[in-house]
């Protein structure tokens, strides 16, 4: 006899496949004719974007390019202190996944993990960078969850809360910000750029009808010599704020939306100002937005149910399905003490202090999730040593930080991301600083695993035997719960719980429950 189920439908998406991997990206520069030839390289620095991600069956196949800047001592006395040079590689790297198909919805992200270096001659630089790629591929489903029957007074039926994130396709969206900026009061005028990197961060996203308004900032760090008797090195910060409103098919007022921006290109020039001084910068940068907007479904599903008078036939269906667990955020300050290297001349003044953070690992058990991350930090400064006119060297730091997320466990998948928002630093000696940190944190924790659903079911034709009352006196095994002793003695757990005074669901192997069976097993 069939039965006229309860459905609810919602939109949401299920996991196809979620891969990390790294991958080289190596280059041979040679130093231009208008640069001096390098004697030490003290640091390699630079940013990582993709620029093109293709589906394809069973593998995603992704397109991108690393921007590296290098700083070195250059041969000879006339040459100044310190150079730089810049260098571009494209790059292309294919991740299997399997059950991936062009239709499907791609997320993508990169990092640079490290970079390195190995100078082959003064005139030729072979520079190293390591990608990490991460890749989740995710098919739209629409879930017809069974709720329950209108009919079903004789079948028990167990239940699970289900809270499922329902969320539009991602929006690729290109930002582009112009602006000029003076150098502070009290700084010389540029001899030469070294160095310009852009760090973007949101501020505020708000999502619309079928639009997204995107507020944010770009902390902008340039190193250059001054135009000065010594070539000072100096640094200049300078934060430049933007508003953009983008498209975003499917978004809806109320919906919680997800930014994520990374530094696609960027211009920059020296510019006099008024007085003919070289104080200015104009500088162009392109963002790009990947922009989604969600909003958490919570439904209760039945995933299993028998009759408690007869047979009943169930037809389900496995579904690989992430529900949202927590949404965390911190910002936590990190201290750490960083010292020169024994080989290195002593610190006479601290010309820049340059800082990045990064995930490495994340734990998650008995409702808590614990993220252990990476503080890389490069010092460039200026020696006691009179005869070595700069030094530099790397220091390392690693953090951690604990959220409380209920449920948290084996099945957790955590998405965590590290942003550093402020580096500040105080010479404690003449051999080590004193390192300052202030990290955000976000971290999305998402129960993972296969969940089974009921999608249909039918009472089979009941038995002729009469029922048959008895009372079984039945031993708990290990494995056992409520629900699976009383499915197969065709009771109810309730009916256990109050034969039984039994509180909760609480049992343990070995214990006795005593069992009305109205039917025989």
């Known amino acids: ?140 489903v629409v879930l017809s969850l069974t709720t329950g029957a209108e009919n079903g007074d004789n079948i028990a039926m167990r239940r699970e809360k289900l809270r499922v994130v329902s969320s539009t396709e991602g929006k690729e969206c290109r930002i582009i910000i112009r602006e000029q900026v003076a150098l502070p009061a009290g700084k010389p005028p540029v001899n030469e750029m070294l160095k310009v990197t852009a760090v973007p961060s949101s501020t505020e996203l708000c999502m619309m009808e079928n639009k997204a308004v995107a507020k944010g900032q770009v902390r902008v ?106 949404n965390s955020t911190a910002e936590i300050s990190h201290k750490d003490q960083a010292r020169v290297p024994s080989m290195l001349p002593k610190i006479k003044q601290v010309y820049d202090v340059n800082a990045q953070a990064r995930i490495d690992r994340i734990t998650a058990e008995n409702g808590q999730v614990t993220a ?63 390192l300052r940190f202030v990290i955000g944190l976000t971290v999305k924790s998402l129960k993972t695993g296969g969940t089974v659903l009921v999608e249909d079911m039918k009472e089979c034709e009941e038995k002729e035997e009469k029922p048959c009352p008895c009372i079984v006196l039945y031993f708990v095994q290990k494995g056992d719960t409520l629900w699976n002793i009383a499915k197969r003695y065709h009771t109810t757990v309730e009916e256990l719980r109050r034969l039984n005074h039994i509180e909760g669901d609480l049992i343990v192997p070995g214990q006795q429950l005593k069992i009305c069976r109205k039917i025989p097993a």
Do not use: W
């Open 221 to 326: 760090c340039a190193l250059y010599t001054g135009e000065d008797e010594n070539e000072s090195i100096q640094f200049a910060e300078h934060i430049l704020p933007f508003t953009e409103i983008l498209d975003i098919e499917g978004a809806a007022e109320g919906m919680e939306g997800e930014v994520e921006y990374s530094v696609q290109d960027m211009y920059y020039e020296v510019r006099d100002d008024a007085d003919g001084e070289a104080r200015e910068l104009g500088i162009e940068i392109v963002l790009g937005a990947q922009v989604r907007g969600s909003e958490i479904v919570e439904a209760e599903a039945v995933t299993d149910a028998y009759s408690l008078s007869g047979g009943l036939d169930l037809m389900e269906k496995r579904y690989d399905l992430e529900q949202l667990l927590d």
């Open 372 to 434: 252990y991350g990476t503080v890389h930090t490069s010092v460039l400064y200026l020696p006691e040593d009179e005869m070595v006119p700069i030094s530099g060297f790397d220091h390392n730091s690693e953090f951690s930080q604990s959220f409380a997320v209920p449920g948290a466990g084996s099945d957790t998948a955590c998405d965590a991301r590290a942003l550093m928002e402020h580096v500040s630093y105080t010479l404690s000696g003449d051999d080590s600083l004193e």
């Open 1 to 140: 006899m069939a039965i006229q189920l309860l459905k609810q439908d919602i939109k949401t998406s299920e996991v196809v496949g979620e891969k990390y991997s790294q991958t080289m990206v190596e280059s041979d520069v040679i130093v231009p004719d208008i640069k001096p030839d390098i004697k030490k390289v003290l640091e390699v620095s630079g940013n990582i974007c993709i620029t093109e991600k293709l589906m394809q069956q069973d593998k995603v196949l992704l397109r991108g390019i690393v921007r590296i800047t290098v700083l070195y001592i250059p041969e000879g006395e006339g040459s100044g202190r310190l150079k730089s040079l810049s260098a571009a590689q494209e790059f292309e790297h294919t991740v299997d996944c399997r059950g991936a198909m062009p239709d499907m919805q791609l997320l993508a992200e990169a990092e640079a993990v490290s970079f390195d270096h190995t100078l082959i001659n003064s005139r030729k630089l072979n520079l190293r960078c390591v990608a990490g790629l991460g890749v989740k591929v995710v098919r739209p």
